[in-house]
């Protein structure tokens, strides 16, 4: 059974930088990505950062300012976040995709991110 604990999250001024970190009781290697997905209030679910096939891809409004790295011996992810802005609040989700089922996910409870300006 896979499961995705967040920790990290808090409250914070604009301009500061949190560190939110996912611990996966598989091994993430396994997986064809992992990543970390923002939901701010009311609206939907959205990429934020992933690293899938060596590489990493982030939303461009986290670019320069969020950096996600993974430990495949600890099976931990990291989103190092950096210059945060209130656009920044909400729930923040760890991720893993499988490569089979083509498309199956897997879900962390969620740590809240709020950003006061």
């Known amino acids: 059974q896979v499961q995705l604990v967040e920790s990290g999250g808090g409250l914070v001024q604009a301009g500061g930088s949190l560190r939110l970190s996912c611990a996966a009781s598989?091994?993430?290697?396994?997986?064809?990505?992992v990543g970390w997905y923002h939901q701010a209030p009311g609206k939907q679910r959205e990429l934020v950062a992933q690293?899938?096939?060596?590489?990493?891809v982030y939303a461009e409004s986290v670019k320069g300012r969020f950096a996600i790295s993974s430990d495949n011996a600890k099976n931990t992810v990291v989103l190092q976040m950096n210059s945060l802005k209130p656009e920044d609040t909400g729930a923040y989700y760890c991720?893993?995709?499988?490569?089979?089922?083509?498309?199956?996910?897997?879900w962390g409870q969620g740590t809240q991110v709020t950003v006061s300006s």
């Open positions: 690293i899938t096939g060596g590489r990493t």
């Open positions: 598989v091994s993430i290697v396994s997986f064809k990505a």
């Open positions: 991720n893993l995709e499988a490569h089979f089922p083509a498309g199956r996910m897997y």
